[in-house]
């Protein structure tokens, strides 16, 4: 599986990264800094995620501008993008979800935790 986060936190994407490694699932995982780098790697590649993980709270564009300019890039319509963020909102849940996201996950406190929400998150989405 291909799994892309873009968040512009290198701690969150250590964390992720070491929350991925623990599943059962062998998962290849690309990251990108913010939505510029990570439109541009989109783009620029033949690199095909299954699923991406999106911070809400970036620098330049940030993770509700940049959903539906994901979702606007050749074969990236139907990808699920999961906005992972701090926030715990229903606002920010119901304005993403609208936006085209496939689910909304707030960063969890431990590896443990996240590991957990992920495993029920891919399974959700058949991912």
Same mark, same amino acid.
Do not use: W
């Given at each position: 599986?291909?799994?892309?986060?873009?968040?512009?936190?290198?701690?969150?994407?250590?964390?992720?990264?070491?929350?991925?490694?623990?599943?059962?699932?062998l998962v290849?995982?690309? $990251?990108?800094?913010?939505?510029?780098?990570?439109?541009?790697?989109?783009?620029?590649?033949?690199?095909?995620?299954?699923?991406?993980?999106?911070?809400?709270?970036?620098?330049?564009?940030?993770?509700?501008?940049?959903?539906?300019?994901?979702?606007?890039?050749?074969?990236?319509?139907?990808?699920?993008?999961?906005?992972?963020? $701090?926030?715990?909102?229903?606002?920010?849940?119901?304005? $993403?979800?609208?936006?085209?996201?496939?689910?909304?996950?707030?960063?969890?406190?431990?590896?443990?935790?996240?590991?957990?929400?992920?495993? $029920?998150?891919?399974?959700?989405?058949?991912?």
């Amino acid at each position: 599986m291909n799994c892309f986060i873009i968040d512009d936190d290198i701690d969150d994407r250590e964390i992720f990264a070491l929350a991925i490694q623990g599943l059962e699932k062998l998962v290849e995982l690309r $990251t990108a800094n913010d939505c510029t780098e990570a439109i541009d790697i989109l783009k620029g590649e033949t690199f095909l995620p299954d699923c991406i993980f999106l911070d809400l709270n970036m620098p330049g564009l940030n993770g509700k501008e940049c959903l539906p300019e994901i979702k606007k890039l050749p074969g990236m319509a139907k990808v699920p993008i999961i906005i992972y963020t $701090t926030s715990s909102t229903q606002k920010d849940r119901i304005e $993403t979800l609208n936006l085209g996201a496939a689910d909304f996950l707030t960063k969890e406190p431990s590896i443990s935790q996240l590991r957990n929400s992920l495993t $029920t998150l891919f399974r959700k989405h058949g991912i």
